[in-house]
T-cell receptor
């Protein structure tokens, strides 16, 4: 079975500071990994994903994540936070297959201080 | 592309009543998911369809919950004999899954149907 653990339900950073949201996964088979974002009063949308190939993946709005198999991690980073980044971020995992459900973590709420 | 549409957006019902939610996915998407989300939690998987076939249903889901996707287009989620613990946001998502991984995992979510059971 697959699962993800997001460390920290709430992260607060200053505008312009580094954003680091942590995600560790558990999977008995090679995983596909995702980060989704939910802005206030909006539906979830895909931020970025890792399927195969390059382990550093880039997403929208300057975010990126690195798949580290040895650490079973897929942390999300952004060099410089912007006020518009305030949202709920969800890490998710599925099996290395197109015929697989996607399991979400409990989420991390990102707040940006002026 | 009109997006994923869910109806009704809000439903308030009394305990013991039945409720049904409808989801209209993006037209060319072959996969449809139902999730449930409560405050402070991530989406919890309920079930998903590939075209009209229901591929998996969560073992945590009671028999009071049933979902259909009769023609591989829209889907309905019915909850019978609602309980207060069923109060949540019910999310529908669709995706285009196939042999190429570029579409894998890119779920397009609707805005959800909020259920309140009194």
């Amino acid at each position: 079975a697959q699962s993800v653990t997001q460390l920290g339900s709430h992260v607060s950073v200053s505008e312009g500071a580094l954003v680091l949201l942590r995600c560790n996964y558990s999977s008995s088979v090679p995983p596909y990994l995702f980060w989704y974002v939910q802005y206030p009063n909006q539906g979830l949308q895909l931020l970025l994903k890792y399927t195969t190939g390059a382990t550093l993946v880039k997403g929208i709005n300057g975010f990126e994540a690195e798949f580290k198999k040895s650490e079973t991690s897929f942390h999300l980073t952004k060099p410089s936070a912007h006020m518009s980044d305030a949202a709920e971020y969800f890490c998710a995992v599925s099996r290395y297959s197109s015929a697989s459900k996607i399991i979400f973590g409990s989420g991390t709420r990102l707040s940006i201080r002026p | 592309d009109t997006g994923v549409s869910q109806n009704p957006r809000h439903k308030i019902t009394k305990r013991g009543q039945n409720v049904t939610f409808r989801c209209d996915p993006i037209s060319e998407h072959n996969r449809l998911y139902w999730y449930r989300q409560t405050l402070g939690q991530g989406p919890e998987f309920l079930t998903y369809f590939q075209n009209e076939a229901q591929l998996e249903k969560s073992r945590l889901l009671s028999d009071r919950f049933s979902a259909e996707r009769p023609k591989g287009s829209f889907s309905t989620l019915e909850i019978q004999r609602t309980e207060q613990g069923d109060s949540a946001m019910y999310l529908c998502a669709s995706s285009r899954e196939g042999a190429q991984p570029e579409h894998t995992g890119e779920l397009f979510f609707g805005e959800g149907s909020r259920l309140t059971v009194l």
